[in-house]
């Protein structure tokens, strides 16, 4: 299947999907019916626009860092001052620092294929994009509304970077 040919079809099953989801989300009583289209097609119409930019952007990104890899020991966060300097505060401070010296140790030397960040950008741009619209159209269910949007456009986007890597090999 040609890049184009995902792209359209992840457009319009996002579409679809959606559509059907913020309809039944938001068909409670004391709701109009106005309301109840406006928020689906609103998030039908948002869903499908993103997936349609988080696939193409999903795409260049597995192309770009697919081979790539990055060592663990730069995942480890740094922790570097408490603002509070009392014993227990630097204890635990010191405990944190151990944990993480104990894990770059553990992780020196292993690496992991730069695709699995792939996902997290577009990811992280999608969900506080579809979280502002919906504020922004007032859709009365919101979190009902968006939550699966955020859940399985995590699930796709792993998914569809698997599957790219897998079709590259």
Not at 22 to 46: C, H, K, M, P
Not at 143 to 148: N, S, Y
């Amino acid at each position: 299947m040609s890049s184009k040919l995902r792209l359209i079809w992840s457009a319009l099953v996002a579409f679809v999907f959606y559509f059907a989801w913020a309809y039944w989300a938001n068909n409670i009583e004391g709701i109009d019916r106005e309301t109840v289209l406006r928020a689906a097609f609103v998030q039908a119409s948002f869903s499908a626009s993103v997936t349609l930019v988080f696939t193409f952007v999903l795409e260049k990104a597995v192309a770009k860092f697919g081979g790539s890899c990055f060592s663990l020991v730069f995942i480890v966060p740094v922790l570097c001052s408490v603002h509070s300097k009392t014993r227990h505060n630097l204890a635990i401070l010191n405990t944190f620092n151990e944990a993480l010296d104990a894990a770059a140790t553990h992780l020196k030397g292993k690496c992991v294929t730069g695709s699995l960040l792939a996902p997290l950008v577009p990811l992280s741009v999608q969900a506080s994009l579809v979280i502002m619209v919906n504020v922004i159209n007032q859709t009365p269910n919101l979190w009902l509304t968006v939550a699966p949007s955020i859940f399985f456009s995590a699930l796709y986007g792993y998914s569809y970077t698997f599957t790219l890597l897998k079709q590259r090999n």
